[in-house]
């Protein structure tokens, strides 16, 4: 499993904390644990300072506490106890999947599933409410998609296609039908009618 992983397993970057201006970035690998920082200080004495970098192996960074302690004040606790999860080998390989493929994986769930997998993260929201996924579940509970649908669901929207009752949709393909004739005999009598003043 751990061959899947691609070699950077998480970076993120910030400032520290007021009234500090300095950036740090922080930076797990497969192997290590990468901490920079850059001191940012109007100050003379650390004009000249140069950018620093701590690295430690997953086991040697479950050991520093002095280097966890300063990951919490820059990036929270929320940070920390992930590379934690990280250093110990607890990946969530479910998040690195592709977003096309996390559709093809959803569109297989139950409606309270999407609905409980929509309320996890911001990524998970987005992919439950997106139009790729009801398209696929629309597709998956059709015999047959006719072109009058598909653009009706370019209209609607296809999640909302899918939660609407038969007869509104039978209502709304009439509809969308009566309009398009109406524009259609428009174009026709345009088409037809000499311009004013000829």
């Known amino acids: 499993m751990a061959s899947w992983l691609p070699e950077t397993l998480f970076e993120i970057v910030g400032q520290g904390p007021a009234p500090s201006k300095d950036y740090y970035q922080l930076l797990v690998t497969r192997f290590q644990v990468i901490f920079r920082w850059w001191k940012i200080s109007l100050r003379s004495e650390y004009r000249s300072a140069k950018p620093g970098e701590t690295k430690e192996t997953h086991e040697d960074f479950l050991e520093k506490s002095h280097l966890q302690v300063q990951i919490a004040l820059v990036f929270g606790s929320k940070i920390l106890d992930y590379v934690f999860n990280l250093c110990e080998g607890k990946f969530d390989f479910l998040e690195r999947l592709s977003d096309s493929l996390l559709l093809n994986i959803i569109s297989y769930l ?89």
């Not at 139950?110 to 629309?138: G, N």
Request: some cysteine; proline content about 2%; aromatic content about 6%.
């Open 110 to 198: 139950d409606l309270e599933d999407i609905a409980r997998l929509s309320q996890t993260s911001r990524r998970f929201a987005k992919l439950c409410m997106s139009e790729e996924l009801w398209e696929q579940i629309v597709r998956s509970s059709c015999d047959h998609i006719t072109p009058d649908m598909r653009a009706l669901a370019q209209d609607l929207g296809w999640r909302r296609m899918y939660f609407t009752n038969k007869l509104q949709l039978q209502r709304h393909l009439r509809k969308r039908k009566q309009r398009q004739g109406s524009q259609r005999k428009q174009s026709a009598l345009d088409a037809h009618v000499p311009a004013a003043g000829k």
